[in-house]
């Protein structure tokens, strides 16, 4: 299901790793053209971007390889080879963009943070459509006219349905990025809106393909769920606060 397009003695490059690519490729423009609305210079907007790719990339596999610990075990040097399965936990990506940016840029990290939300919207876009080559979001068995061939089984396309929840998310946060808003606010509205995005999707994931760890529910949709109710107390606590600051003082 994911064609080989490049492969040098036992280095594969797969057709999702090509996606993968161009998805951070689109993400890191995005974050450099529109660099001054977080006062970065675009030399200063590259360089920064390119930190917070390499930290989010590293997070993401570390993310992954810790909740597949058993599949590398025996084969440790797989670890790196992020080109061939594509392995990458979003959440650990996140992670480690917020550790980079809160080393890099402690005065204002949150507002870079902020800025950053439309591009990991549209780069997870791009990404997303490259899991219907992988299968990693294997659809359930359906006859809807927008069906896709997967498996020899026409499925839901969920890569696709992630996407479109992807592009709907950053066509909310670009606007919401360039208006004055709470230090945090664009951020932990993105993680809200692609945790909840996240968590629907395992409805259309085939049962097969991914066991439920706790009732019905999947590991995937505890994790998105958790981020879900993280964000939402943190835009609670964010809108608290500036009610309270913007609240006359007693008499």
């Known amino acids: 299901m994911d064609p080989t397009v490049l ?14 690519l161009l998805a951070f490729a689109v993400g890191l423009w995005h974050f450099v053209r529109g660099g ?10 590259l360089d920064l971007g390119l930190y917070l790719l390499v930290a989010g990339l590293v997070g993401a596999r ?54 950053a939300a439309p591009a990991a919207a549209v780069a997870y876009a ?3 459509v490259g899991t219907l080559w992988t299968g990693l979001f294997l659809g359930k068995p359906t006859d809807v006219p927008w069906a896709v061939d997967a498996a020899g089984t026409l499925r839901h396309p969920v890569g696709a349905y992630l996407a479109l929840a992807s592009v709907a ?16 606010q664009v951020a932990l509205t993105y993680l809200l809106l692609q945790s909840t995005a996240r968590a629907a999707s395992d409805v259309f994931v085939d049962p097969q393909t991914t066991s439920p760890v706790l009732g019905p529910f999947t590991a995937g949709q505890l994790s998105a769920a958790a981020v879900a109710l993280g964000s939402a107390l943190g835009l609670w606590a964010s809108a608290k606060g500036r009610a ?7 008499p």
Do not use: I, K, M, N
């Open 7 to 20: 492969q040098v003695g036992s280095v594969r490059v797969t057709g999702h790793g090509v996606v993968l």
């Open 62 to 115: 570390l993310g992954h390889v810790l909740a597949h610990a058993g599949a590398y075990a025996h084969d440790p040097q797989r670890v790196f080879w992020v080109w061939q399965d594509g392995g990458l936990a979003f959440y650990g990506g996140v992670a480690g963009c917020a550790v980079a940016c809160r080393w890099l840029r402690p005065r204002d990290w949150a507002a870079v943070l902020d800025h």
């Open 126 to 128: 791009v990404g997303a």
């Open 169 to 184: 998310a950053y066509r909310l946060l670009e606007p919401a990025a360039s208006r004055e808003h709470p230090p945090g």
């Open 244 to 250: 309270g600051h913007s609240a006359p003082p007693p």
């Open 36 to 45: 001054r609305r977080a006062e970065l210079a675009p030399q200063d907007a």
